[in-house]
């Protein structure tokens, strides 16, 4: 991965997930209470989810909250120059938590490199409440900026104005360089005199994901080190039109099943999501139904929906953070799907050639069931239906344009019926921005709710 600055209207350079040759690290045993894990999410301070607004910024904060996400990691491109919203965003956001009263924390994530600018943003909201500050010390991250000169420039500036820095970053000094146990040791031993831990940026496949969490975790326990992991929901590189436009397939659910259970099982001492709102690069798990709505580049192509990797977290995220298993009492679906095939071609625009992963035209279910049920799926003219145990079920079901719904019975009633964007025959732009969605059965089988997200 190399590090990135962010315009507010264009993605520029982007981070490329690098495939691992390290197999899994030896798992930790579970704490049964776990006091200290937090689990944050980055947030690109480019975009303004719900509208530039105080009321937009509190929806970003209870959304996340209510998945139980702890706080946002500000990722901030740019502080004083033509970018203006980065302070402007920032201010209403710590406003915002603020305001909501509900301990919300934040820090930033520094995705620039001007070292007056890196101060005067670190200390600009170091006396807020909500500013995460950890053993004492104010929490900082990065998404790259190993070249600062964090050490002699900016953590003594800081240092002036009373400020003492825990400091977390994502570092890896060289594109191309492996992302392995012995390279990330080369970087805790480069900068152990300023690390107080190491953060891993995650994006791309099940096994680039899991793979890069075991590297880092591994030179963090040898170096003695905080661990923040990292779980991704999906990736593509939309504006990347020079490296084919890479689309990394993360098998919807099972994607995100197998990178949260790497977390429960293994134990990092913190974890972030990569990321709240990055829609430029499909990673985004904010439930916000059109995040085109009030960012017109993030209209085309279309943005669909992801809430169903955030509400498919959550009973994970709860399990990490507490160290118990929660009950299943009550039926869930969840759905991932491309809306068009790999086969389509696009009548205006440029072409997608490098992918990565088991990509094919399948949709994924991810199912908790209570008792043993039968899910059909309509995908087009096309009917499947599959008898299933109860507990967690996974399935790949091939796709066909048209109408895309889920229905789930048990014992010939209906639990519920969920239905999803339709899948398309012909396309003006590649889309390889994931839809998802979920459901919940109610305890009454002649009850079932009803979730039908916009086109």
Same mark, same amino acid.
């Given at each position: ?9 264009? !993605? ?8 691992? @040759? ?6 930790? @045993? ?60 920032? $201010? ?59 050490? $002699?420039?900016?953590?003594?500036? #800081? ?8 400091? *977390? ?7 191309? !360089? ?17 690390? $107080? ?92 139904? $059109? ?41 869930? #679906? ?31 279910? !991810?199912?908790?069931? !209570? ?12 009917? *499947? ?38 899948? @398309? ?31």
């Amino acid at each position: 991965m190399t590090p990135r600055r962010y315009n507010r209207w264009q !993605t520029g350079a982007i981070i490329l997930p690098v495939f691992l @040759l390290l197999q899994l690290a030896a798992p930790r @045993l579970l704490a049964s209470v776990s006091t200290n894990h937090f689990v944050f999410a980055h947030y690109m301070v480019c975009y303004d989810d719900y509208g530039e607004t105080l009321a937009g910024f509190e929806q970003d904060i209870l959304d996340a909250q209510a998945a139980g996400v702890d706080g946002f990691a500000l990722n901030c491109g740019e502080w004083v120059g033509p970018d203006w919203y980065y302070q402007t965003n920032v $201010n209403l956001m710590y406003q915002a938590a603020e305001q909501l009263g509900t301990g919300f924390k934040l820090f930033f994530s520094v995705d620039e490199t001007n070292v007056t600018d890196i101060v005067a943003m670190i200390s600009s909201h170091a006396s807020s409440s909500n500013s995460f500050r950890y053993q004492g010390k104010l929490v900082v991250s990065t998404s790259g900026q190993s070249s600062v000169d964090w050490q $002699n420039s900016v953590f003594p500036a #800081l240092a002036n104005e009373g400020i003492s820095v825990f400091f *977390v970053p994502y570092f890896l000094r060289a594109p191309g !360089t492996p992302m392995n146990y012995a390279s990330i040791s080369n970087v805790v031993a480069e900068y152990n005199g300023i690390l $107080n831990g190491l953060f891993y940026f995650a994006a791309g496949t099940i096994s680039t994901v899991t793979n890069g969490n075991a590297s880092y975790e591994q030179a963090c326990q040898s170096g003695g080190k905080l661990f923040m992991g990292g779980y991704s929901p999906t990736y593509w590189g939309n504006a990347q039109p020079a490296a084919g436009r890479p689309y990394f397939e993360s098998q919807g659910g099972e994607g995100t099943v197998a990178q949260w259970m790497w977390i429960i099982t293994n134990q990092p001492d913190w974890v972030e999501i990569v990321t709240w709102n990055d829609f430029g690069e499909s990673t985004y798990s904010t439930p916000i139904n $059109n995040p085109g709505q009030y960012e017109s580049p993030a209209q085309t192509p279309y943005r669909y929906c992801h809430s169903g990797y955030l509400e498919l977290s959550k009973r994970y995220i709860a399990w990490y953070k507490t160290g118990q298993e929660p009950p299943r009492n009550q039926d869930a #679906l969840y759905y991932f799907y491309r809306i068009h095939s790999t086969n389509l071609v696009a009548s205006n625009d440029i072409p997608v050639t490098a992918f990565n992963g088991p990509v094919a035209d399948v949709i994924y279910n !991810t199912l908790f069931l !209570t008792a043993p049920a039968q899910l059909e799926i309509t995908s087009g003219t096309n009917l *499947v239906t599959n008898s299933l145990a109860a507990g967690l079920q996974q399935l790949e079901t091939p796709f066909a344009p048209g109408p895309q719904i889920f229905n789930l019975r048990r014992n010939g009633a209906l639990v519920m019926t969920v239905s999803g964007p339709p899948i @398309l025959s012909s396309i003006t732009n590649y889309d390889y921005f994931p839809a998802s969605g979920y459901g919940y059965g109610l305890p009454a089988p002649t009850n079932f709710h009803v979730v039908t997200p916009p086109n």
